[in-house]
């Protein structure tokens, strides 16, 4: 089992300094990676299930992030949990990645990506709301075009090139992880995945039946899950029973000092620091 953190307290965006201590003492502690999220715009009254978005949240772009974090440590594996592939044009998103796993070393390596569920969001990224999941999946596939270097020609539904060349070209294959908690999602990933990151609100019947799907092809997939920060060794031992090569946790606290003791504490009662 691999244990990673999520950036869960996106007003610390806008201090810089918090979010590297953050990031450095999830490397001393021996996580895997660092995730965090993407939100193109807020709404007033906006909400996801029962979480309501304030308009003023300060969710700042994972990438920048990621980029900036990847300068201040040395280990760390870089995520996002999700990034909304409709949303972005899919050959700028190939040179900003690319440029990200080369300049951290080869870290950009848990790129997980999912089509949105805000209708305001496409509208304000110019996208039909109908079509994210058609979109989502040219993402992908022209990604993965483009970071063969080329020259690649692409003619589909959304995105139309010919001879095109992308370099840099990421250090090693970039895998794409799938998040979302629906069939699609779960189709998704079996067919472009190289892991499935399903969301933590699933019945256990629906989780199962989409796991299913999301291993029909055959193909190894990387499967992450959410995870508490108070997980014990034998909870953990029930999530590699259901096939969990990943436990994504992120801190309770509101406190930066509150947060770094809950993730020692769940360093020390899972031994990251010997895993590495």
């Not at 990200?100 to 089509?115: A, E, H, K, P």
């Not at 999530?239 to 360093?267: C, H, I, K, N, W």
């Amino acid at each position: 089992m691999r244990f990673a953190i999520s950036y869960s307290t996106p007003q610390f965006v806008a201090d810089p300094g918090r979010l590297i201590d953050y990031a450095r003492h999830a490397e001393e502690c021996g996580f895997e990676a660092l995730y965090l999220p993407e939100h193109i715009a807020t709404q007033p009254g906006a909400r996801l299930g029962a979480m309501e978005f304030p308009a003023d949240l300060p969710i700042a772009d994972p990438l920048d992030c990621l980029a900036f974090v990847a300068a201040a440590t040395t280990r760390l594996l870089l995520g996002t949990a999700v990034l909304l592939a409709p949303y972005h044009h899919p050959v700028i998103l190939a040179k900003r990645l690319a440029t990200i796993d080369v300049l951290s070393g080869g870290r950009m390596r848990l790129l997980t990506v999912g089509v949105g569920a805000l209708p305001h969001e496409a509208m304000a990224a110019g996208v039909d709301f109908r079509t994210r999941g058609r979109r989502a999946d040219e993402v992908i596939d022209v990604l993965r075009l483009l970071w063969t270097g080329g020259p690649v020609s692409y003619h589909g539904e959304f995105y139309d090139f010919t001879d095109l060349c992308s370099y840099p070209r990421p250090l090693a294959d970039l895998p794409i992880h799938i998040g979302g908690s629906s069939l699609a999602a779960a189709r998704r990933a079996a067919a472009r995945g190289d892991g499935w990151f399903p969301g933590g609100m699933l019945a256990p019947g629906e989780r199962a039946r989409q796991l299913e799907v999301a291993r029909s092809s055959g193909r190894a997939l990387d499967y992450t899950r959410w995870g508490s920060i108070d997980l014990l060794p034998e909870q953990v031992s029930r999530y590699a029973e259901q096939g969990v090569t990943r436990l994504v946790v992120s801190p309770t606290a509101g406190d930066p000092s509150a947060q770094r003791a809950q993730m020692t504490a769940f360093a020390t009662r899972h031994a990251l620091t010997h895993r590495h």
